[in-house]
């Protein structure tokens, strides 16, 4: 349903984007996935077209979307970073006027409609001046939803929530999958994007360096990790173990050390003993599966090392 080609993006001298292509299939939700900085925002101010770029192509539909922007934007709802309100509306003016702005038609039955998916109902006559974040934020996607999109940008949405007003924007998330409509969520919270996304993709640096299905991802990259824990400071660590050919890496944070192993026959018959010899004695030793927080440390470290 969309499909980047190429794109490329520069602001003077930055380049931001540099020849990035993905595609993302009708229905799916799409995790986009980044550091701060790495360029999430400007590919969603360009698919929103809010934002030029330089060069690639960009078809949503199987249509050129440089070609038919107009017709192709009413396809499109998008919930930007940092929403502006009107704080002396109610939520139910507020949506009206979104929706004069686009010249909608019998708006009334579609704003009560909304409001009730996101859970806004029974605030509709209040200030959005008064609101909650989670409020606001909820605000925001029912604005993005009005116009019933097919596709639905959302930049961040739940940055800035705590973790109950993260879970209802989760929960609408997955609500509008149920309804068949495809989600392109860029967010760095990966807790987030393992509980609701399809398929990700890792921007790094305007790079893509990753893109894949969550499931096979994880099927993929999943290798134990072993915790340890301590008596003291392991500041040499990494020094120690740099020849072992079966130690993939290795973060230190103080007196704990998670070690990232690429042959699981190896480190099971001799990390103890390799530890052992450390002369540092073992609070607790622990073996677990990788999360994709693990999986995106582990593949950006690896970016910046080429
Ligand atoms: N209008 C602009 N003019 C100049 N540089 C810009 C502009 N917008 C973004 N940039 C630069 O482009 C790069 C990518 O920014 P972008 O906002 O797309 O990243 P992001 O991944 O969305 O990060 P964040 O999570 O912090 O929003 C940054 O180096 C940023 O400074």
């Not at 939520?91 to 009560?112: A, C, H, P, Q, T």
């Not at 909650?132 to 604005?143: D, E, V």
């Not at 079966?246 to 998670?258: A, E, M, P, Q």
Request: with cysteine; charged share 30%; net charge positive.
């Amino acid at each position: 349903m969309i499909e980047v080609n190429n794109l490329t993006k520069s602001y003077g001298n930055n380049t931001v984007l540099k020849q990035i292509s993905f595609k993302i299939d009708r229905g799916s939700i799409y995790g986009f996935l980044g550091k701060n900085g790495a360029g999430k925002t400007t590919t969603m101010n360009i698919l929103t077209g809010f934002t030029r770029y330089d060069s690639g192509e960009i078809y949503i539909d199987g249509l050129k979307f440089s070609e038919n922007k107009r017709k192709l934007l009413k396809k499109i709802g998008y919930l930007p970073e940092n929403p502006e309100f009107y704080n002396y509306m109610n939520s139910e003016e507020y949506l009206n006027f979104i929706g004069e702005l686009s010249n909608m038609k019998s708006k009334d039955k579609r704003i009560e409609t909304i409001l009730e998916s996101v859970n806004l109902k029974y605030a509709k006559k209040k200030k959005i001046g008064e609101y909650s974040r989670g409020m606001k934020q909820r605000l925001g996607i029912a604005a993005a939803l009005l116009n019933d999109p097919e596709i639905i940008f959302l930049d961040e949405p739940t940055s800035a929530l705590d973790p109950e007003g993260r879970i209802e924007v989760l929960e609408i998330i997955a609500e509008l999958k149920k309804r068949g409509k495809t989600v392109f969520l860029s967010t760095h919270i990966l807790n987030d994007v393992e509980r609701v996304c399809d398929y990700i993709s890792i921007l790094d640096k305007g790079e893509i360096i990753i893109s894949q299905n969550l499931n096979e991802l994880k099927k993929k990259y999943i290798q134990p990790i072993y915790d340890i824990e301590f008596e003291n400071p392991c500041g040499d660590l990494s020094n120690r173990f740099a020849d072992i050919k079966w130690i993939d890496s290795i973060r230190i944070n103080k007196n704990t050390v998670s070690i990232y192993v690429n042959d699981i026959y190896e480190a099971k018959t001799k990390l103890i003993r390799e530890i052992a010899k450390l002369d540092n004695p073992v609070i607790s030793y622990k073996i677990r599966e990788a999360s994709l927080e693990d999986i995106f440390i582990r593949m950006v470290k690896q970016n910046a090392n080429i």
